[in-house]
C-alpha cells in the first residue's frame, strides 16, 4: 500500500526533534528506524500531519558501559547494537536474550532500542485494513468510546507487545526524556501508563533520548523468555522479565523483580509471585510454588486480555511455562538457552 501524505523533517539534533514536535502539537510522529511506523502509515492505523527522522541523531546512537555508573543506551542504538555487545551479553544476560529475540538480524539493524519501548499497542480489533475498521463502530483508539475486545471495559484495552521493557523494569532501568523545556529521568516502571490508547507517558513535545541501567554485580542474575508463534518475526503473545540477586552456593535469594509482558497494555510487575522467592534458596518445591502463584496472579480479562491471535486462557498457561525457564535460565539450574 502506498504511503499517506505527510510533511518528513530530517532533525539532526535533539532540540531540533522537539522544536519540531511542539509546533506540530500532537500531529507529529517520530521515525527511528521505521520496522513499526512504516508499516502503521501504509495501513493508515496513523496518518500524522508529519513524520519527524531522528536517524540522523548521531548524540542518540551508542551503547556504553562504566563500572561505576552501569549501562547507558541511546535510543537510536540499534537492537543488534545489543546483541553484538559482550558487555551486554555478559553482565546484563536477560537484556540480551530479548534482543535477540526481536525478529531477523535485518530487523535489528534496522530497528531501534527507543523504537522498541515506545512501540503502540496492539489489538487485533485496531490492527487491521482501514477498509475493515471503517465497516466498524470506532474503538478508544479511533476516538469511540468502546472497546470490541471487552464491551463492557471502560477502557482501550489494546495490548503493548514490546520485547525490552518487562526486563528493562525488571533490572531497574530508568529513561532519559528530552523536550523543549529540558530533561527528566524517570523510572521504567512509571514510563508506562497502563492504558491501551496511549501506551506510554511521554507527553506530545517529549522525546526518549536515553535508557540507563544500574551497574551489575556478580550476585545478579537476569533472563528473559517470550512465547511467539513464528520464532522470527513475531511479536511475543506473553513474556517474562526476571532480574535475581543471590548468595552463596544454595542460590539464597536476597531480591527478585519479575515483570510480564504482552498481556495488557502494559508490563506488569508479579508482586505476590517475588514474595514466594524471596529469602529463600530456590529448589524444585519453590520453583513449582513461584509458577502457581504466577498463573493466580495473572487474572483473565483484567491482567490479561483477550485481543491478540491466542487465547488469553493459553497465555495464561504459558506464563508458567516461561517464568519457570526464565528462572532456570537466570540461576543456571539447566543449561542456558536463547529466548523461546
Request: hydrophobic fraction near 40%.
Amino acid at each position: 500500500m502506498k504511503l499517506p501524505s505527510f510533511e518528513y523533517f530530517g532533525a539532526t539534533t535533539i532540540e531540533e526533534a522537539c522544536s519540531l514536535l511542539h509546533k506540530l502539537k500532537g500531529n507529529g510522529k517520530i521515525l527511528g528506524g521505521g520496522t513499526a511506523l512504516v508499516n502503521y502509515l501504509r495501513h493508515r492505523v496513523v496518518v500524522p500531519r508529519a513524520v519527524i527522522s531522528i536517524s540522523r541523531i548521531r548524540e542518540l546512537d551508542y551503547v556504553r558501559y562504566e563500572e561505576t555508573t552501569g549501562l547507558t543506551i541511546g535510543a537510536c542504538a540499534s537492537i543488534e547494537s545489543l546483541v553484538r555487545n559482550p558487555t551486554v551479553a555478559e553482565k546484563y544476560p536477560g537484556l540480551y536474550s530479548a534482543a535477540k529475540g526481536i525478529g531477523v538480524p535485518a530487523v535489528r539493524n534496522i530497528g531501534t532500542v527507543g523504537g522498541n519501548l515506545c512501540l503502540d499497542t496492539r489489538c487485533i480489533y485496531f490492527n487491521q485494513s482501514r477498509f475493515w475498521r471503517e465497516a466498524h463502530m470506532p474503538c478508544f483508539k479511533r476516538g469511540g468510546s468502546l472497546c470490541h475486545a471487552h464491551p463492557s471495559n471502560k477502557g482501550c484495552q489494546a495490548v503493548y507487545q514490546g520485547d525490552l521493557a518487562p526486563v528493562l523494569m525488571a533490572l531497574g532501568a530508568q529513561a532519559r526524556i528530552a523536550s523543549l523545556g529540558g530533561q527528566r529521568v524517570v523510572e521504567f516502571s512509571d514510563f508506562f501508563s497502563g492504558e491501551g490508547k496511549i501506551p506510554n507517558r511521554l507527553r506530545f513535545d517529549e522525546i526518549l533520548i536515553e535508557i540507563k541501567l544500574p551497574s551489575t554485580g556478580c550476585d545478579q542474575k537476569s533472563a528473559y523468555r517470550k512465547l511467539r508463534i513464528r520464532e522470527a518475526i513475531d511479536f511475543p503473545l506473553a513474556g517474562i522479565g526476571v532480574a535475581i540477586k543471590t548468595e552463596g552456593q544454595r542460590q539464597f535469594v536476597k531480591s527478585v523483580r519479575i515483570f510480564a509482558g504482552a498481556l495488557g497494555p502494559a508490563p506488569v510487575e508479579l508482586i505476590r509471585t517475588e514474595e514466594v522467592l524471596i529469602e529463600k534458596s530456590v529448589d524444585e518445591e519453590v520453583l513449582q510454588e513461584a509458577v502457581e502463584q504466577a498463573y493466580l496472579e495473572i487474572e483473565p480479562g483484567k491482567t490479561v486480555v483477550d485481543n491478540l491471535c491466542m487465547p488469553m486462557y493459553y497465555r495464561r498457561r504459558m506464563i508458567k511455562v516461561l517464568l519457570r525457564r526464565a528462572i532456570e535460565d537466570a540461576l543456571s539450574l539447566r543449561p542456558s538457552k536463547d529466548a523461546a
